[in-house]
T-cell receptor, first 109, second 117 residues
Framework: RKEVEQDPGPFNVPEGATVAFNCTYSNSASQSFFWYRQDCRKEPKLLMSVYSSGNEDGRFTAQLNRASQYISLLIRDSKLSDSATYLCVVNMGGNQFYFGTGTSLTVIP | GAVVSQHPSWVICKSGTSVKIECRSLDFQATTMFWYRQFPKQSLMLMATSNEGSKATYEQGVEKDKFLINHASLTLSTLTVTSAHPEDSSFYIC?????????????FGPGTRLTVL
């Protein structure tokens, strides 16, 4: 079983739609959680950290569910510019970071 | 967020030559940096973890004598691809951990696209 599993998609959604991604992790002792965004041929950029209490940044909401060992990312009112690959990243302590394979999102006009 | 630079952004070289890639943390000190490789349409693959002042920790299957890592200062790590071959052509990305915040996130450099002819 992979340490971090993520649905690769692709997700093709119309502008204005709400889309959600989930990511599961295997190690219950994992310490911190992140969502990154990666555009084609570019480096990953930190979107947000993820906490049990949930955190929101504009149209983006991230949530951590420790009991079920998954993190989620919700994007409301999708824009064309949201098209990218979204990576979930889990820190399992120290310098052990595990990346999901990424979920591809295309927002269609 | 923290700023990480990488140089060069792209390089084309002949087979058999060595290529050095620099990764710098511009506005913070990075005791830990990571080197990744990414092939087209694939996930990031961690190659090694670079710790300032000590030897890098390589992932299984990554040849340490081929991919030389030096992290001699708190703001600079270098990756040297020695005797590069066409199969080493890839997108190499570094990242640095920023310990100033709550979550000690990684921030990525813009990447170096290596093409070996």
């Amino acid at each position: 079983r992979k340490e971090v599993e993520q649905d690769p998609g692709p997700f093709n959604v119309p502008e204005g739609a709400t889309v959600a991604f989930n990511c599961t992790y295997s190690n219950s002792a994992s310490q911190s959680f992140f969502w990154y965004r990666q555009d084609c041929r570019k480096e990953p950029k930190l979107l947000m950290s993820v906490y049990s209490s949930g955190n929101e940044d504009g149209r983006f909401t991230a949530q951590l569910n420790r009991a079920s060992q998954y993190i989620s990312l919700l994007i409301r009112d999708s824009k064309l510019s949201d098209s990218a690959t979204y990576l979930c990243v889990v820190n399992m302590g120290g310098n052990q970071f595990y990346f999901g394979t990424g979920t591809s999102l295309t927002v269609i006009p | 967020g923290a700023v990480v630079s990488q140089h060069p952004s792209w390089v084309i070289c002949k087979s058999g030559t060595s290529v050095k890639i620099e990764c710098r943390s511009l506005d913070f000190q990075a005791t830990t940096m990571f080197w990744y490789r990414q092939f087209p349409k694939q996930s990031l693959m961690l190659m090694a973890t670079s710790n300032e002042g000590s030897k890098a920790t390589y992932e299984q299957g990554v040849e340490k004598d081929k991919f030389l890592i030096n992290h001699a200062s708190l703001t600079l790590s270098t990756l040297t691809v020695t005797s590069a071959h066409p199969e080493d052509s890839s997108f190499y990305i570094c990242s640095a951990r920023d310990y100033r915040g709550r979550d000690n996130e990684q921030f990525f450099g813009p990447g170096t696209r290596l093409t070996v002819l």
